[in-house]
């Protein structure tokens, strides 16, 4: 069972508290961007197998959107932080070199 723990309201949810919101940190276009990059956006995500930053809402919970990098394969959570953040805190980059010493930031 996956357990993330929410950083809006500290409390330890599983699964069924939560709903996931895809992809985290991707880059959002304008009125005035081009059919192709929208398709990007709207289309083409990546679905890694391994280390995966995703969006989570506590929706039984405080009902706020967070952040979790974890596994894909293992479910192993390497942490949560704010949905405000634009790019991985240090710490948690760390926590996940800490265990997959040859993991490569997404650029």
């Known amino acids: 069972m996956l357990i993330l723990d929410c950083p ?7 699964e069924t508290e939560l709903e996931g919101g ?3 940190h991707l880059t959002r276009f304008g009125p005035g961007a ?3 990059d929208f398709e990007r956006y709207l289309f083409l995500r990546g ?3 391994g280390v995966h930053f995703e969006r989570w809402r506590h929706a039984y919970g405080c009902g706020k959107w967070f952040l979790a990098a974890r596994c ?3 479910l192993e959570v390497f942490g949560t932080y704010a949905a405000q953040t634009t790019a991985p805190p240090p710490e948690i980059v760390a926590a996940i070199k800490a265990r997959r010493p040859n993991w490569e930031a997404p650029v």
């Open 47 to 49: 679905n890694p197998k």
């Open 22 to 24: 895809g992809e985290a």
């Open 34 to 36: 081009s059919d192709d």
């Open 8 to 14: 809006c309201c500290g409390r330890a949810a599983d």
């Open 72 to 74: 894909t394969t293992t």
